[in-house]
């Protein structure tokens, strides 16, 4: 009988024509997510789970499909996944690291061109009010002569480091492991300790994984040492960041703007998230939100899953994947 593998969201036909070649592919026709009852079910009796970052798999999980012997995860932050308890139970986890770089860092500096040029918050002023002439309005501050400081330096951080040598700011970066000194030469980058990058610049971008030791790294201790009317950017992780501090700090007017492409939330493995984006949050006008759009181009999904496909035949075949996060042998 052939291996039965969960599809838990929607992938291109290519992809599962690709599973088909070894496996029996399950997925949805839509493009949507399967809820986690529905992946339960299906993975009962499944060999392997091609996962998203809609999915969370912990012992609860694992001890309800006792054939598994892969969650290939189509991502690189893995906190939603128990890896140790993978490998506990003869699984293993396997992510997809470098495909998400690129458009991740597109999309931190589309979020931080639109927070503080203000494009979103002009545009539904557009559609609301109709335009009828220039007026002395929406003036925001922009990346030329902006001290940006990028919180982690990371192959994202890179990238958009990379990205920003072309906007004429100044760069600083906090990370506990510094760039090799050429490196931070050819990004123009200097290292900062945390309080100082934050104290410093015009606008900070998160771009960290959820550990325990970021988890509320952007505290409202910590936004209180903002310099006053600096913009932050996340596009990591949501839990990295306190939503209610940072409603606090923006009707305060610590923060003049929040943009952030990830939620407190989706973080489904913390078992105090949030069950909703705070409404003050959402009601601000100086916020611009994207639904977790990091990776979203089409041709890099599509990698992106095929990626995770290949991983799954590997383990089936009795191979060892790419690039596992676990070693269920050891
Ligand atoms: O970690 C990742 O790969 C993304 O955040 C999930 O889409």
Request: aromatic fraction near 6%; charge should be negative; hydrophobic fraction near 45%.
């Amino acid at each position: 009988m052939p291996d039965k593998v969960v599809v838990t969201h929607w992938v291109d036909e290519d992809v599962l024509a690709y599973l088909r070649r070894f496996a029996e592919p399950v997925a949805p026709e839509e493009r949507t997510v399967l809820s986690r009852a529905e992946v339960l079910a299906q993975a009962r009796d499944a060999s392997a789970v091609l996962a998203c970052m809609a999915d969370r798999v912990d012992e609860e999980f694992l001890a309800a499909c006792p054939r598994l012997r892969v969650i290939s995860a189509a991502l690189k932050g893995f906190d939603n996944f128990d890896a140790d308890a993978c490998a506990h139970h003869g699984v293993w986890l396997t992510i997809v690291p470098d495909l998400l770089t690129e458009p991740t860092a597109d999309l931190a500096v589309a979020l931080t061109l639109d927070v503080t040029r203000r494009v979103t918050e002009a545009d539904r002023h557009v559609r609301a009010h109709g335009f009828a002439g220039w007026r002395p309005t929406f003036y925001g501050s922009g990346l030329t002569g902006a001290t940006v400081g990028l919180l982690g330096m990371g192959e994202v951080g890179r990238a958009v480091a990379r990205r920003l040598g072309g906007f004429g700011c100044a760069l600083r970066y906090a990370d506990p492991r510094p760039l090799p000194p050429q490196e931070e030469r050819r990004l123009g980058a200097r290292r900062l300790e945390l309080g100082d990058l934050l104290a410093t610049s015009d606008i900070v971008l998160a771009l960290l994984p959820l550990t325990a030791e970021t988890h509320h790294l952007l505290d409202a201790a910590a936004l209180a040492r903002c310099k006053p009317g600096a913009y932050l950017v996340n596009v990591g992780r949501g839990s990295v960041v306190d939503e209610h501090a940072v409603a606090g700090a923006l009707s305060a007017g610590t923060l003049a703007g929040y943009a952030a492409d990830v939620f407190e939330l989706e973080d489904w493995a913390l078992p105090d998230r949030p069950d909703r984006i705070p409404p003050a949050l959402l009601a601000h006008p100086r916020t611009v939100f994207t639904p977790h759009l990091g990776s979203a181009v089409t041709a890099v999904r599509r990698e992106i899953a095929f990626a995770a496909a290949r991983q799954i035949e590997q383990v089936l075949a009795g191979e060892r994947p790419d690039h596992p996060v676990n070693d269920p042998a050891r």
